[in-house]
């Protein structure tokens, strides 16, 4: 941090005397520019008026080679993330490009490791050896983990650096609950959003036309009406390879169960925010409005992804991330179905309207100074809204800045389905991904979920939720 606070000295000097802006510091040209206009000519010396101002340069110019000399770094950064086959393939490219085209001597060498689970267990493996790289993608949750255990940097002091940081217009940018995503309850920033998705409802919008139903669901009992007309319409057909179906595809996962809940205006702690709390009344609707679905008939399970079975009309709404897009694609194209298809929000019951979103977060390994910085710089490029746009296409994820969006226009009119999530992942709301032991309280939520599903009145769900609540908070004491 003695390091930091020499390259900010220097760069509030630099910036007094030549009053140059901070953005313009990111780019090495542009300082060679403006050491250039300071070579004093004759004719600027010779007025004797001007001798002051010339001489003030002068001064300077130590301060430029030396700041000069700090930008180049002359490293190499490991950057672990979760990307194989085609969005693999491009974030490669991205980082290529970077290693090209950086004024830094930073040299970023990018590894696949598998799943987020492959490189949570990896890197937990690597805490031990010291197997590390520099810069990790993962949940925020799994990122809290490791900073609980020094393991992962608070990134403030970097983004909050005049030279290399991010302006007020460039903060102002991101959305405003990704910050808040990737914080810790006391302020430290250790998860930088690379992109977002979001868990959504996938609606068949000329199913439900015929159905009689000229718009989505805007309340739960609409979604509810919408759906059992789907089963019951299916059932009516006399096909046995169609009984059950037609409805909603549920499963009891912990995101499925948290987006109703969301809907329903209820989330995962306590009114002071103080510790997790499931028994309340907007989780006792939640659990009570998915066990009539079952009783009615109006929900029903898949032996896999459902996209097949929404594609076949044996579902007018099933559940999934948004990444799934292309997979859903390809169920309608092989079903040569051109029906008219999109993602919503699920409704609650008071017509609130709530998705389940996640961030793909990038964290910073501790290092020495060097190797921080060039992780920082390499986030900050990787997700300027330029670069996120190219990565957009390639993966299609969504941005996590409002200027992106403007950088999307033909993306957005080529793919009308990817268009209708855009708004979805804004809204939210995110997992309290950062809350004390979150990771084991959510794989528990999975567990408690399946309970639920199989409950047979309030008063059981009630004392699952109780047990459940006080699962949670034993898990947060053992974390601790």
């Known amino acids: 941090m003695k390091k930091l606070s020499v390259l900010l000295t220097i760069f509030v000097l630099f910036t007094l005397l030549v009053t140059a802006c901070a953005p313009a510091v990111d780019e090495p040209a542009e300082e060679t520019e403006v050491e250039e206009t300071e070579v004093e000519e004759p004719e600027v010396d010779e007025p004797v008026v001007d001798e002051p101002e010339v001489d003030e340069p002068e001064v300077d110019e130590p301060e430029v080679e030396e700041t000069e000399e700090m930008m180049t770094l002359d490293v190499t950064i490991d950057f672990w993330h979760v990307y194989s086959d085609e969005p693999g393939e491009a974030l490669q490219a991205l980082v290529d490009q970077f290693n090209a085209e950086n004024a830094y001597g930073i040299t970023v060498a990018a590894f696949n490791q598998g799943n987020y689970s492959d490189v949570e267990d990896k890197f937990n493996a690597g805490i031990q050896s010291g197997d590390l790289p520099h810069v990790v993608m993962a949940y925020t949750n799994t990122l809290t983990d490791w900073y609980s255990v020094d393991s992962i940097i608070d990134l403030n002091p970097y983004i909050e650096d005049a030279q290399y940081g991010l302006t007020a217009e460039e903060l102002a940018d991101l959305y405003p609950h990704l910050k808040a995503a990737g914080s810790t309850p006391d302020g430290a920033w ?7 998705s979001a868990n959504v409802l996938v609606y068949n919008f ?15 009992a609409e979604l509810e009406e919408q759906i059992c007309a789907a089963a019951a319409y299916n059932d009516g057909l006399g096909n046995p390879d169609l009984a059950g179906t ?7 996962s912990s995101t499925n169960f948290l987006h109703f809940l969301y809907a329903f205006g209820g989330d995962e702690l306590n009114d002071d925010m103080t510790a997790y709390d499931f028994n309340t009344a907007e989780a006792v609707d939640t659990a009570m409005y998915i066990l009539s679905l079952k009783e009615q008939g109006c929900v029903w399970q898949t032996e896999s992804y459902p996209n097949p079975e ?31 298809w999109g993602f919503i929000a699920a409704p609650g019951p008071d017509g609130t309207l709530a998705v389940d979103a996640f961030q793909q977060m990038l ?17 900050k490029w990787l997700t300027s809204p330029e670069i996120q746009a190219e990565w957009v296409r390639a993966s299609g994820y969504y941005g996590t800045q409002l200027s992106t969006e403007a950088l999307l226009e033909d993306y957005l009119a ?7 999530g855009v708004a979805l992942a804004a809204i939210g709301p995110s997992e309290p991904q950062t809350f004390p ?9 999975g567990d408690m979920a399946a309970e639920l599903w199989n409950a ?17 908070n034993e898990l947060v004491e053992e974390a601790q």
């Open 190 to 196: 250790i998860a930088f959003p690379m992109t977002q």
């Open 206 to 220: 000329t199913w439900a036309e015929e159905l009689g139903f000229d718009a989505a669901p805007a309340t739960s």
């Open 246 to 252: 037609g409805g909603l595809v549920y499963y009891p």
């Open 310 to 340: 929404q594609a076949q009309r044996k579902a007018l709404i099933t559940m999934s991330s948004t990444a799934g897009l292309p997979y859903y694609e390809a169920a309608f194209a092989d079903e040569a179905n051109d029906d008219e």
């Open 363 to 379: 964290g910073v390994v501790p290092s020495v100074y060097e190797e921080e910085l060039a992780s920082w710089l390499f986030i």
């Open 414 to 420: 080529e793919n009308p389905v990817w268009a209708t």
């Open 437 to 445: 032991a979150w990771s084991s309280v959510r794989r528990a939520l």
């Open 456 to 472: 047979t009145d309030q008063a059981q769900v009630e004392a699952i939720l109780e047990a459940y609540t006080q699962t949670a």
